[in-house]
């Protein structure tokens, strides 16, 4: 059984664009995916993939606010927490949060991640971190 | 989910994750694909427990990778409310064409949902068609 780690991010340009950012911002080599209108990256056995996600708001994850999703899974018998994924999507979230954009880091569409939740709340000024 | 299932007599096999990534299901059952969805226990998760939107967002992320899922949520507060509520806002407005069953398992609950086939349904003249029954 796998769950999903989705890093949610908002951006209203279109998602080829925002597929050639986070490359550029990130370094990680986005490629027209499988499936119509995603792209895809794997870096060594991470595989990731950036979709305008289906989701809705539940409670304080606010995932209507954000347009875009940068998905992994990760198998069973993995803590979430620590999953190269999870690692991985922490990363880019941290970036991208640097450049100005608005993400919001999801464990299994039910929890924000701790550990991004808490570099959020310890910055000062403004918080992008989630709406 | 699948020792339950094999106890019932069928046929489990679980899917390795794909090399390379991609969408796939968890669980073969006699040869058809199984997704199963959980919710963390109260005691894994921070927050409030699963809501009908909880519910919604777990069958939409399994319409893309199985025509049967199950929806685990011992522990978690999940409750059959919750599930026939987030099945209801499914039907409604989710992809719920990708689906063919939902099973539902939890404290003190055991449901299913089974798409009654379309054809059956005689469209009203001047009207549109029906939406499929659904029936937990």
């Known amino acids: 059984?796998?769950?999903?780690?989705?890093?949610?991010?908002?951006?209203?340009?279109?998602?080829?664009?925002?597929?050639?950012?986070?490359?550029?911002?990130?370094?990680?080599?986005?490629?027209?995916?499988?499936?119509?209108?995603?792209?895809?990256?794997?870096?060594?056995?991470?595989?990731?993939?950036?979709?305008?996600?289906?989701?809705?708001?539940?409670?304080?994850?606010?995932?209507?606010?954000?347009?875009?999703?940068?998905?992994?899974?990760?198998?069973?018998?993995?803590?979430?927490?620590?999953?190269?994924?999870?690692?991985?999507?922490?990363?880019?979230?941290?970036?991208?949060?640097?450049?100005?954009?608005?993400?919001?880091?999801?464990?299994d569409l039910q929890y924000r991640d701790q550990a991004v939740a808490a570099v959020v709340a310890a910055e000062p000024g403004p918080q992008s971190g989630g709406k | 989910v699948a020792r339950r299932l094999a106890d019932e007599g069928h046929d489990v096999r679980s899917l390795r994750e794909s090399r390379g990534g991609g969408r796939r299901p968890d669980l073969a059952v006699c040869g058809t694909a199984v997704e199963v969805k959980s919710f963390a226990s109260a005691a894994d998760r921070p927050g409030s427990p699963p809501t009908d939107r909880s519910v919604y967002n777990k069958l939409v992320d399994a319409s893309g990778q199985a025509p049967h899922v199950v929806l685990t949520g011992y522990g978690s507060g999940l409750t059959e409310a919750t599930v026939r509520r987030g099945l209801a806002r499914f039907t409604r407005s989710g992809p719920s064409a990708a689906l063919t069953s939902v099973a539902a398992l939890g404290d003190g609950f055991d449901l299913a949902w089974t798409r009654s086939p379309v054809s059956e349904r005689r469209p009203v003249p001047g009207r549109s068609r029906p939406a499929p029954a659904i029936g937990l």
């Open chain 1, 1 to 107: 059984m796998s769950r999903s780690i989705d890093l949610f991010i908002q951006r209203d340009q279109p998602i080829e664009e925002l597929a050639e950012e986070v490359g550029r911002l990130c370094g990680l080599s986005l490629q027209p995916g499988a499936l119509p209108g995603t792209w895809a990256a794997d870096e060594g056995e991470v595989h990731v993939e950036l979709r305008t996600h289906p989701y809705i708001d539940d409670g304080d994850l606010v995932l209507e606010h954000y347009r875009y999703a940068l998905s992994g899974r990760v198998a069973n018998g993995t803590r979430l927490s620590d999953a190269p994924v999870t690692v991985l999507l922490r990363m880019v979230s941290e970036t991208l949060r640097k450049a100005g954009l608005s993400t919001l880091l999801v464990h």
